[in-house]
């Protein structure tokens, strides 16, 4: 069955950095756009960053432009988020999506993992 799974999430600094990744199986990994969902206490979920099938294109929510790098390894059929010079407001739960199509609005992209949790705090 479809599976996406989260990890990598954790407590780190101002300043620090992790890289969350989400394994996928149970669908053709290469014919879905897949990306990063958030959503922090209190908070409606908002999309991070997506990349198209190929990976020949990506989105980013202007909050982490410039920060985070989604990436994808069709070999290992995982998709990947560096996360770089972290701050307290992206404290959240990190879900990821797969969907067919990669628009910088995320509305295409369906959450299916159970999410991974990034503290961000001194």
């Known amino acids: 069955q479809l599976q996406l799974v989260e990890s990598g999430g954790g407590l780190v600094q101002p300043g620090g950095s992790l890289r969350l990744s989400c394994a996928a199986s149970?669908?053709?990994?290469?014919?879905?756009?897949v990306g990063w969902f958030r959503q922090a206490p209190g908070k409606e979920r908002e999309g991070v960053s997506c990349?198209?099938?190929?990976?020949?294109?990506?989105n980013y929510v202007d909050s982490v432009k410039g920060r985070f790098t989604i990436s994808r390894d069709s070999a290992n059929n995982t998709v990947y988020l560096q996360m770089n010079n972290l701050k307290p407001e992206d404290t959240a739960t990190y879900y990821c999506?797969?969907?067919?199509?990669?628009?910088?609005?995320?509305?295409?992209?369906?959450?299916w993992g159970r999410g991974t949790l990034v503290t961000v705090s001194s």
């Open positions: 990349i198209s099938n190929s990976g020949g294109s990506a």
């Open positions: 999506a797969k969907g067919p199509f990669c628009f910088s609005d995320f509305k295409y992209l369906e959450v």
């Open positions: 149970g669908f053709t990994f290469d014919y879905y756009a």
